[in-house]
């Protein structure tokens, strides 16, 4: 059987700029055909040979293909800055694609993570010049990446500087997971400075420093952000895509929220949410699975491309609106693994079940004689106190799973009950099944006697045979607890810890089921390690920590509390 050639290639075409770099762009073009064609744009990091396999599929739907290496990258010109504005560049792409003889001038994005991230600076720049986009578990600088709510950083983000350093493709380099655990591991052990760590792993970027530098003075992100008049010209038709478990979900729905609360998003403007139960890989491949033990229905697994591809032909009138976009937000529910809809993400979850947190003087102390998570809180009830030592190296030595686990997936372990100094406690089994949606909040009054320091909390299910399931967690430090400007802390004061960052999920529990929440020093050995001086963070050295005594009020007056998220069963 012969073969069919379905398209041409233009192999690493140069687009000049007008500051002397030529961009590269490789087009996948419907072969033998004299029509014009709508063509989908993906703006790319990691070089633009990624996307042949998936080109294919939008070239038999009649749709012309091209990729952008972003400047510095793959065969393309210039130096590559990480997270800068690649608005102006992707642009001049959009500007010469439509002077193809090939192309009928309708511009179409797609692409996730970093490639969700450039959509959004397209947009930013030419809106007048996109038809429709679909960013898919996109970034947002200073959000998720590099740093986590801007001042929390990951050993992960100097291993993804090498990823990227270059023109080429690192991608061996990069998936090198046990050279990572291995670094992560040791430098965790010596106490190495989070500002040498990139050193330790042969890397060499000036990106690095910079980003450090702004974990003591997080506002800076904002500096670069999208602002209300930029969202408010996004007229274009946009489906945003994330998930339960997704890394980049803080930035997806960032995007979401301010471009629905600017004056963009009117009667004409439509914004589609799709929130299904996967992670950060998962929104490009949905599958039916998290791990082999963490399993969804078969409609949680469908070909994205396909999803992407009926969304343009909807847009562009050539089809009917996809089935799964029924209402404006779609999202999963684990465990009854049924899409739910909603016309507005901020309706969901509105109701929320409180639990106290409770113990007598000798509880919370094990996972086995545990405080309570009760429904009103009690009055003169004992502190609880743990310690947050910077240089205590046990974790390595109680558990073989590590944080990166949940990270990855892991969702049955339960190891952050086990850690030491960890408080944990347990609600009595629900009496009804019980369904939630939306973030949790937990609410923590502490006293403190260092001036910063890392606190953790985790919710689990636990499942009437035991079986636990991880829901979410969130770090606070505190000398960023009320906001990007440093609040260190004083002796003798409560404090409020609200942890406000958990990822939006959805999971169905059966009658029986328990919550657990845990609290503890935040001492990971993938992370950036705060030290409790107060010092300049990324930069502290061994000889600046301080052991903290962290004191957990819960009575009346401190009403420390999980809040829940429910909607009807």
Not at 355 to 364: N, P, Q, R, V
Request: aromatic residues 12%; contains cysteine.
């Amino acid at each position: 059987m012969r073969a069919v050639n379905e398209f041409d290639i233009l192999l690493n075409h140069k687009i000049p700029v007008n500051d002397n770099v030529n961009l590269a762009v490789t087009a996948w073009i419907p072969a033998s055909s004299a029509k014009k064609h709508p063509t989908v744009l993906v703006s790319t990091p990691y070089v633009s040979n990624e996307a042949h396999p998936r080109a294919r599929k939008y070239v038999q739907r009649g749709y012309a293909m091209v990729s952008l290496d972003l400047r510095g990258r793959g065969a393309s010109e210039g130096i590559f800055v990480p997270l800068d504005d690649h608005g102006h560049d992707v642009c001049h792409a959009i500007k010469w694609i439509k002077q193809q003889a090939w192309s009928d001038g309708t511009i179409l994005m797609r692409g996730g993570s970093y490639r969700g991230m450039t959509q959004w600076m397209a947009a930013g720049t030419c809106p007048e010049e996109i038809t429709s986009m679909i960013p898919t578990a996109s970034v947002y600088p200073g959000r998720d990446f590099p740093t986590i709510s801007g001042h929390r950083m990951q050993k992960y983000v100097a291993g993804w500087l090498g990823f990227v350093s270059g023109a080429a493709s690192n991608i061996n380099y990069y998936a090198d997971s046990s050279y990572w655990q291995a670094k992560e591991e040791s430098t965790f052990k010596n106490h190495t400075p989070f500002i040498d760590y990139i050193d330790d792993i042969g890397v060499s970027s000036e990106h690095y420093r910079k980003w450090i530098e702004r974990l003591s003075s997080p506002a800076d992100w904002e500096t670069s952000s999208l602002k209300a008049t930029d969202y408010e010209k996004m007229k274009m038709p946009i489906l945003s895509v994330t998930g339960h478990y997704d890394g980049d979900q803080p930035g997806a729905l960032r995007y979401y929220n301010d471009h629905n609360n600017s004056n963009a998003t009117d009667q004409d403007t439509v914004h589609y949410l799709v929130i299904g139960p996967w992670d950060h890989g998962g929104t490009r491949t949905p599958r039916a699975e998290l791990s082999s033990d963490i399993t969804f229905g078969l409609n949680a697994a469908f070909d994205m491309d396909i999803l992407n591809i009926d969304w343009f032909d909807w847009v562009l009138g050539k089809g009917p609106k996809p089935k799964l976009l029924e209402k404006a937000v779609a999202f999963y529910v684990g465990g009854e693994n049924k899409w739910r809809y909603a016309d507005d993400l901020n309706a969901i979850g509105l109701d929320k079940k409180l639990f106290y947190l409770s113990a007598d003087k000798l509880e919370s102390y094990d996972v086995f004689n545990s405080g309570h998570l009760i429904e009103e809180p009690i009055d003169n009830e004992p502190t609880h106190t743990f310690l947050s030592d910077p240089l205590d190296t046990r974790f390595l030595d109680v558990t073989d799973t590590d944080w990166n686990a949940i990270r990855d997936g892991n969702l049955r372990a339960e190891f952050p009950a086990f850690l030491p100094e960890t408080l944990v406690f347990h609600s009595k089994p629900f009496e009804t099944q019980i369904t939630m949606a939306g973030q949790i909040l937990v609410t923590l009054f502490l006293e403190v006697n260092t001036p910063d320091v890392d606190v953790f909390t985790t919710v689990y299910a636990i499942f009437p045979d035991g079986t636990p399931l991880y829901l979410g967690g969130d770090v606070v430090r505190a000398r960023f607890r009320n906001g990007f400007e440093p609040e260190f802390l004083e002796k003798d004061n409560v404090e409020e810890f609200v942890f406000k960052n958990y990822l939006w999920n959805a999971w169905s529990f059966p009658k029986g089921t328990r919550l657990r929440l845990s609290v503890g020093p935040y001492n990971d050995p993938s992370a950036q390690k705060n030290y409790n001086s107060g010092g300049k963070l990324g930069f502290e050295t061994k000889a600046d920590a301080k052991t903290a005594t962290i004191t957990l009020h819960h009575n009346k007056d401190f009403p420390s509390r999980l809040a829940f998220p429910v909607v009807e069963n």
